[in-house]
């Protein structure tokens, strides 16, 4: 057990372009979620994966966001023609499959922090 | 609509004292779990402590425990000895039992132990 892992874990890029992080859950977590933090705030959930099922999705993710998890391994998240207003630390989780006590529990990456100017 | 409050934006108390950190939550649901997180500065969040809601017991772990009045929809936090090491944000959130079980989280308290 490693930990989850996400790369980068900065990111600095121009309004306009594409950018796309990277999640690696715990092996054998089967549930994988992306959160937002912006500065001063707690996280807001974006979305989750169950295995490679992609099951809910917030208000938050606009069509310009985009999250796979092929496999049900790792997760990607794609931001296109990123705007000022994404910069923030985007955040990974992922829990093991339920049913026991405490697994329940997410565990968190180290975020990738994302600036654009 | 599921919210969580946490009045308090910033502490700061001495090393080996008490404190303790306020948190409220809103949800209409029966069936969920309550959780203290705490991330340190440039660190990952870490998971502190957690309550099933069904359990009038209060959860304990080593230096942290928490006051759970259910009625009341409070969850506050006690941290006893503090430690420099306790230093950090701390949010608190809670998970509907149902369905997603994602994580809503309150702004966080900004803790500071002083040497």
């Known amino acids: 057990d490693t930990g989850v892992s996400q790369d980068p874990r900065h990111k600095i890029t121009k309004r306009g372009q594409n950018v796309t992080f990277r999640c690696d859950p715990i092996?054998?977590?089967?549930?994988l979620y992306w959160y937002r933090q912006t500065l001063g705030q707690g996280p807001e959930f974006l979305t989750y994966?169950?295995?490679?099922?992609?099951?809910?999705k917030s208000r938050l993710l606009s069509d310009r966001f985009s999250a796979e998890r092929p496999k049900g391994s790792f997760s990607t998240l794609e931001i296109q023609r990123t705007e000022q207003g994404d910069s923030a630390m985007y955040l990974c989780a992922s829990r093991q499959r339920g049913g026991g006590r405490g697994t329940d529990t997410q565990y968190f990456g180290p975020g990738t922090r994302l600036t654009v100017l | 609509a599921q919210t969580v409050t946490q009045s308090q934006p910033e502490m700061s108390v001495q090393e080996a004292e008490t404190v303790t950190l306020s948190c409220t939550y809103d949800t209409s649901e029966n069936n969920y779990y309550l959780f203290w997180y705490k991330q340190p500065p440039s660190r990952q969040m870490i998971l502190v402590i957690r309550q099933e809601a069904y359990k009038q017991q209060n959860a304990t772990e080593n230096r942290f425990s928490v006051n759970f009045q259910k009625a009341a929809k409070s969850f506050s936090l006690k941290i006893s000895d503090s430690q420099l090491g306790d230093t950090a944000m701390y949010f608190c959130?809670?998970?509907?039992?149902?369905?997603?079980?994602?994580?809503?989280f309150g702004q966080g308290t900004r803790l500071t132990i002083n040497p």
């Open positions: 959130a809670f998970i509907i039992i149902q369905g997603a079980q994602k994580l809503v």
């Open positions: 092996s054998e977590h089967n549930r």
């Open positions: 994966f169950q295995n490679e099922a992609q099951l809910e």
